[in-house]
């Protein structure tokens, strides 16, 4: 009982303080994947019927001139595109008005749209995240510059496990695990994402390459909300201090690019270790812990707040391309279907499908509020 009272407390503390600047955060990444949609749509000449940040009943709204509805709702939880063909919010088409309509509509319609027009506007989404984080990072590294630490090992721990490994300092780390590393804060996001396996780490040690092998210990710290969380660690430190590297533009979008890759990449890592038991899942955070870290953040300045918004984007375009029905991979998984088939996935299996896919968005999303109402 107590549990759930302080659970509860926290919920109501959460609502007060860190509720707003995570509402704000959150509607403008869902408004640029919802944007990626509509703007690939009204490319491919769909009539769109509304366009909605949040769910339920609308507070706002205005209507333009093509006749899409552009509206707030009270719940704001995501936001959908709501093309003309569709049943509902979630896509899902409606094939009794479809079979009705006369030419003039099916031109329109999303439904009666080539299977590559319909792929490419459910793609658009995700896609329109991701190009988000690339556009953010390559403004920040052209302006305020990317943050680099030569990826040379200064100081090493006593009875850590860089030193059992027998890392010295004035170490050039130059591989992990066979993949290039240009800077101590590729290395050290390549130790965060080891699980206690052994690290194969390409060395240069006075002009000679060596190959060392460690394994990071597994320590319980405090992040920086004061929770409890368990992470990989060496035990050292490197030799160069932080700069902040400008970059040239064409640079800058490579750069941006690798980036947005690599935090891809380690996400979609550390999501397998925790569906295989390797991760806890304690390190998964639901609305309310994502608010904690936006409100945190938020209150070091406007450059933190901006690269959490691009971390946050990928996060957002990367969940959207899980293979279940009612997310945007869902759909895409239904079309490829299609096409191997060379017939539409039936109704029935749509309707199962959409019906399983809500079923797991929101145990999922049960589930992560209860870590969060926990660790309040």
């Known amino acids: 009982m107590s549990h759930i009272l302080g659970g509860l407390i926290g919920f109501s503390h959460w609502l007060v303080h860190s509720g707003p600047v995570y509402i704000i955060a959150l509607s403008l990444l869902v408004f640029v994947h919802e944007f990626g949609h509509f703007w690939v749509a009204r490319r491919c000449g769909v009539k769109i019927e509304t366009f909605s940040i949040g769910f ?15 509206r707030v ?3 704001p939880v995501g936001g959908y595109v709501k093309m003309f063909g569709d049943a509902d919010a979630s896509s899902r088409p409606d094939t009794e008005a ?12 999303f439904v009666h749209k080539k299977l590559w027009q319909k792929a490419l506007v459910v793609a658009a989404g995700p896609a329109a995240n991701f190009l988000f984080a690339i556009v953010v990072m390559t403004v920040l ?19 850590s496990a860089a030193e059992r490994a027998g890392l010295k300092p004035g170490d050039f780390v130059e591989t992990v695990d066979g993949v290039v590393v240009r800077r101590f804060e590729e290395f050290r996001q390549a130790i965060a994402l080891d699980s206690g396996d052994p690290l194969t780490l390409g060395i240069k040690r006075n002009g000679d390459s060596v190959t060392v092998v460690a394994t990071p210990d597994i320590v319980e710290e405090k992040d920086f909300l004061g929770n409890k969380t368990k992470i990989s660690r060496l035990g050292l430190a490197p030799s160069g201090l932080l700069v902040m590297r400008h970059e040239d533009p064409l640079t800058a979008i490579w750069q941006a690019g690798r980036e947005t890759w690599s935090i891809t990449t380690s996400s979609l890592t550390a999501m397998g270790q925790m569906i295989t038991g390797r991760r806890s899942s304690d390190d998964l955070r639901g609305p309310i812990g994502m608010s904690q870290v936006i409100d945190q953040v938020s209150r070091e300045g406007f450059i933190p707040m901006i690269q959490l918004l691009a971390l946050l984007s990928i996060s957002l375009g990367l969940i959207n391309l899980f293979p279940i029905p009612v997310l945007d991979g869902g759909h895409l998984l239904f079309y490829a279907i299609e096409a191997v088939s060379r017939r ?11 019906r399983v896919g809500f ?15 926990a660790r309040l």
């Open 56 to 70: 339920g009943g609308e507070l706002f709204g205005w209507t333009d001139k093509l006749g899409t509805r552009w």
């Open 344 to 354: 539409p996935v039936s109704e029935r299996a749509l309707a199962v499908g959409f």
């Open 98 to 109: 479809a079979a009705l309509m006369d030419a003039a509509d099916r031109r329109v319609s």
């Open 359 to 373: 079923a797991l968005i929101v145990s999922f999303y049960v589930f992560v509020m209860w870590h969060d109402l």
């Open 141 to 159: 590294f052209t302006t305020i510059g990317q943050p680099f630490t030569p990826p040379v090992i200064g100081t090493v721990m006593a009875g």
């Open 73 to 75: 709702a009270w719940l």
